[in-house]
């Protein structure tokens, strides 16, 4: 969890792995770790809020929560 | 990005300009034996990135390798216009009849580059120049032709020459407008461009500094030994250097350019023109400024969270103002996030710990909630950067 942004997502609800998030994201907040997509935790307060991965992920499993 | 004489020299010889016959050396032992390669006299001239070495000390002769290496050994062991020499450049010296002043550079107000080519060089030409009757051409170059041979020609008159001498210094005018846009440089000066005895042209010196936003794309400089560097006249303190190295985490955006101050007023401020009316502000108001920085190009979080706790390291630091012009394409927001999580980071809480913010722009309506958040103070466009500097340098006091 970031001190401003949290990014939330359920690497056991991927049922596709298209890593579509991991793709668009571009300040990485996604990474793959054991075949899934994990949040890596030092980078949530970069996000912009450019949504892309909203858009991208067809099981509309990311979630952004603001701190503030 | 300035280059040292004997860097710009080699630039010089790639493009066909010729110079003096020489080798840049670090040692006095290297020196000996390059006079004793070159034989004859030789002058041993410091590698500052400074003009003015000849009146200061640094520029001798020496009669053979055993004083060259004496001479090199001194010039190593002081310091030429306050700058530590490290290497020397040693060249055959030159039997010179005439001193001639050329030169590229861009003409701001023309927008192009502009030859200057002057009857007299050497140390004093700056002053020359200011003279009415100096005997100084000019000439700008067309992008799209450059500097035809008939134009050179022109310049190489100019500068006394006839006959074949026409054709020999016409190439180095023609040579030099090259260099310029092989290397991308953004000035080409070779003074004093000398005539020798035997009637050659050469180079005696040369001066060239690179366009720093093309160095990315002059990769041919580093096979040539030339590798990028920032200068600021001085060598860089542990704070500076560590800024350097914050700015190149990654290429997104900037966020340091630190040059470090004996004040007690942290500031993390825009670059330019704003950043010189804050410095203004802050000493108005009793405050003084314990660093310069830049942010700007949408810096990431991570990198305004390091520049900050950098910035905050310094000892006798009381206050932090982040102070900028309205913003456009830096976040605001983000900016908020980076100085908060730097500041929690050093141990220090921003309800207590004097600071201010004063940048407005994009985001600002998120940048403000944060601010909030952390109940720090802030001004929105209708105020100053006046106001905000007042009120940091009154914070610290109280």
Request: negative net charge; hydrophobic residues 20%.
């Given at each position: 969890m970031g001190l401003f942004v949290t990014v939330k997502l359920n690497p056991e609800e991927c049922?596709?792995?298209?890593?579509s998030c991991l793709d668009v994201c571009p300040v990485g907040i996604f990474r793959i770790e054991g075949g899934k997509v994990k949040v890596v935790a030092d980078n949530?307060?970069?996000?912009?809020?450019?949504?892309l991965c909203l858009e991208r992920c067809g099981q509309k499993l990311v979630e952004i929560i603001k701190n503030y | 990005m300035r280059l040292y004489e004997y860097e710009g020299k080699i630039l010089a010889q790639k493009v066909g300009i010729p110079v003096p016959a020489g080798k840049m050396v670090d040692s006095p032992e290297k020196a000996r034996e390059v006079a004793g390669e070159i034989k004859g006299e030789v002058v041993v001239k410091a590698q500052i990135l400074l003009g003015g070495r000849g009146k200061a000390g640094g520029v001798r002769f020496a009669s053979d390798p055993g004083e060259a290496e004496k001479v090199t050994r001194e010039m190593l062991a002081t310091r030429v216009r306050d700058r530590k020499v490290e290497k020397v450049l040693v060249e055959k010296k030159l039997e010179i009849v005439e001193e001639m002043y050329l030169g590229i550079t861009i003409d701001e107000i023309n927008k192009r580059m502009i030859l200057l080519a002057g009857k007299t060089g050497g140390v004093e030409v700056e002053a020359i120049a200011q003279?009415?009757?100096?005997g100084f051409a000019r000439a700008l170059v067309d992008p799209f032709i450059g500097v035809p041979g008939f134009r050179a020609k022109e310049l190489a008159k100019h500068l006394?020459?006839?006959?074949?001498g026409l054709g020999a210094l016409g190439n180095i005018v023609s040579r030099l407008y090259a260099l310029v846009q092989k290397f991308d440089a953004s000035v080409a000066e070779i003074n004093p461009l000398v005539k020798t005895k035997d009637g050659s042209y050469l180079a005696a010196d040369c001066r060239v500094e690179i366009d720093d936003d093309a160095i990315f794309r002059q990769k041919e400089l580093e096979s040539l030994g030339i590798f990028p560097r920032e200068e600021r006249g001085r060598e860089p303190t542990e704070l500076e250097r560590k800024g350097a190295e914050i700015d190149r985490v990654?290429?997104?955006?900037?966020?340091g350019r630190v040059v470090e101050f004996d004040g007690d007023t942290a500031l993390i401020i825009g670059g330019g023109g704003a950043s010189l009316t804050v410095f203004d502000a802050i000493l108005k108001y009793g405050g003084k400024p314990a660093n310069y920085c830049e942010i700007g190009g949408n810096p990431t979080v991570r990198k305004l969270q390091l520049l900050t706790e950098l910035i905050l390291s310094?000892?006798?630091?009381?206050r932090l103002a982040v102070v900028t012009n309205v913003?456009?394409?830096?976040r605001v927001d983000l900016v908020a996030r980076g100085v908060i999580k730097g500041m929690l980071n050093r141990g220090l809480d921003p309800r207590n710990f004097p600071v201010v913010f004063r940048v407005p722009g994009a985001w600002e309506d998120e940048g403000f909630r944060i601010l909030d958040k952390y109940g720090i103070k802030y001004f929105d466009r209708t105020h100053t950067m006046d106001e905000a500097a007042q009120y940091i340098c009154q914070m610290g006091r109280s």
């Open positions: 049922q596709d792995g298209c890593k949530e307060d970069e996000c912009t809020f450019c949504e | 003279k009415p009757g100096a006394g020459a006839t006959d074949k990654d290429h997104r955006g900037v966020a310094k000892p006798g630091v009381k913003l456009s394409n830096t």
